[in-house]
């Protein structure tokens, strides 16, 4: 397999999403608000930003760690429940829960694999400290969670970078 298409392909993805998020509708509270934002035929869009991302991401640590599967699993769980502030038919918000958890799961369990596993402290330390700076930053302030979100998927992008290359 391929590993170095496969972090070109998932870095391709994500990022042109992203950027044309950003471009189209200016910075978000969270990368996953992004949805809400999409007309509504292409909200499948976040799914496949999200998944092209962390299908990739598995396949190339999970010969490391099964935390890179953990991290993966995570994000896709994310993607997998884009529709985080509608309630369900019970009146109850599984998906959020499901979102929220996933998305807790997917960036802890990335950044103890890029710490622990691939040693790389020094990249942990600086995802740390950029994501308590935002929260420093009065401008900011509205748009931290999207800033950690995207902190994260440099930081993974990074820890995969320098062990393809």
Known sequence: MNYILLLY???IVFYSYVIGITYKYGVQTSISESYYKLPRNLQWLFTIATWSYAIPAI???VPYSGLAFLAGAGIM???ASPAFHDDGPSGTNQEHLVHM???IIGIT???VFICFILGQWWNTLSFVGLSGLTFLIPSMNKNVTWWVEIYAFISMTIAYSLLLF
């Open 9 to 11: 392909l998932m870095n």
């Open 59 to 61: 396949i190339i640590g």
């Open 77 to 79: 769980f994310v993607g």
């Open 101 to 103: 958890i996933g998305a």
């Open 109 to 111: 369990a990335a950044q």
